[in-house]
């Protein structure tokens, strides 16, 4: 995570859910769902860049 220290931007994070319905023929059907981002507190992003 290469966040600029007290940079104001906020670290955002998406589920995406990406399911394949007979992938084999060229035409598949596709089913994709997105969901709400979730934000990361800085205090976690402290602690991944401490490597705790």
Same mark, same amino acid.
């Not at 060229?26 to 507190?41: G, Y």
């Given at each position: 995570m290469?966040?600029?220290?007290?940079?104001?931007?906020?670290?955002? &994070?998406?589920?995406?859910?990406? /399911?394949? $319905?007979?992938?084999?023929?060229?035409?598949s059907?596709?089913?994709?769902?997105?969901? &709400?981002?979730?934000?990361?507190? /800085?205090? $976690?992003?402290e602690?991944?860049?401490?490597?705790?």
């Amino acid at each position: 995570m290469n966040l600029i220290p007290g940079n104001p931007r906020r670290l955002k &994070l998406v589920q995406c859910e990406l /399911n394949l $319905f007979d992938c084999h023929p060229f035409q598949s059907c596709v089913f994709v769902e997105i969901s &709400l981002s979730v934000e990361i507190d /800085n205090e $976690f992003i402290e602690i991944h860049r401490a490597g705790k």
